[in-house]
């Protein structure tokens, strides 16, 4: 297994114990990214928090020389999914690519993170 780290995203891996990509066996797999900023800020707006969160799984990829285009599996947790699944959808339609990952969405009460309104986990795989 190799832990895929962006220097950006080191603090997982020193701080919380966690590879913020762990890649075994032609699969990566990716922890669950809230939408705060690099320096930690969470913004109180839904969109930009949304973005965030995928920016990070972007950084993840592409430290592994892949794209959106090789995740396969995407599960995203939300507080208030009603609220933003539209927003949540249009934004996530400008990462996505065909073929089209599977999608799991499912409501939650709260995060680790106060404020954190959606956390975006994903499984990619290099093609073979």
């Given at each position: ?12 891996y020193d701080d919380w114990r966690m590879s913020p990509g ?10 669950g990214f809230t939408g705060s900023g690099a320096d930690g ?83 990619a795989r290099r093609k073979c």
């Amino acid at each position: 297994m190799k832990p895929i780290v962006p220097r950006e995203l080191r603090a997982y891996y020193d701080d919380w114990r966690m590879s913020p990509g762990l890649e075994a066996d032609g699969f990566l797999f990716l922890t669950g990214f809230t939408g705060s900023g690099a320096d930690g800020t969470l913004s109180a707006d839904p969109g930009m928090q949304i973005r965030a969160a995928f920016d990070k799984v972007a950084l993840v990829l592409t430290e592994a020389g892949l794209d959106f285009g090789a995740v396969v599996e995407m599960t995203t947790y939300h507080v208030g999914l009603k609220q933003h699944l539209d927003l949540f959808r249009s934004i996530r339609a400008d990462y996505v690519r065909e073929p089209y990952p599977a999608w799991t969405a499912i409501e939650v009460a709260g995060f680790v993170r106060e404020g954190a309104i959606v956390e975006i986990r994903a499984i990619a795989r290099r093609k073979c």
